[in-house]
């Protein structure tokens, strides 16, 4: 369920930079997104891994939570530089 959750919201996100074009804000905001690209990927390492070894997935699951509770402040401040220029 997660999994599919990540998938939906990196899917709307591509829709929207594709709406608005390479150069709007949120492309900006975003950059190299490292934190979104990384999860899919264990994610993906976690399915295979549920077959074999639970505990596996379990800590995968865990380290993705742990990765996205450091809050990403890129939008906000892409958004407080647009609006002092």
Do not use: C
Request: glycine share 8%; hydrophobic share 50%.
């Amino acid at each position: 369920m997660a999994a599919s959750l990540v998938a939906g919201a990196f899917t709307l996100q591509q829709a929207i930079i594709a709406s608005h074009g390479s150069e709007s804000l949120l492309v900006k905001a975003i950059g190299r997104d490292l934190k979104g690209k990384i999860s899919p990927v264990l994610y993906a390492i976690a399915i295979p891994a549920a077959y074999y070894k639970p505990w596996v997935t379990g800590s995968i699951y865990v380290i993705v939570a742990l990765i996205w509770l450091v809050p990403d402040r890129r939008i906000e401040r892409v958004l407080g530089e647009n609006r002092a220029q």
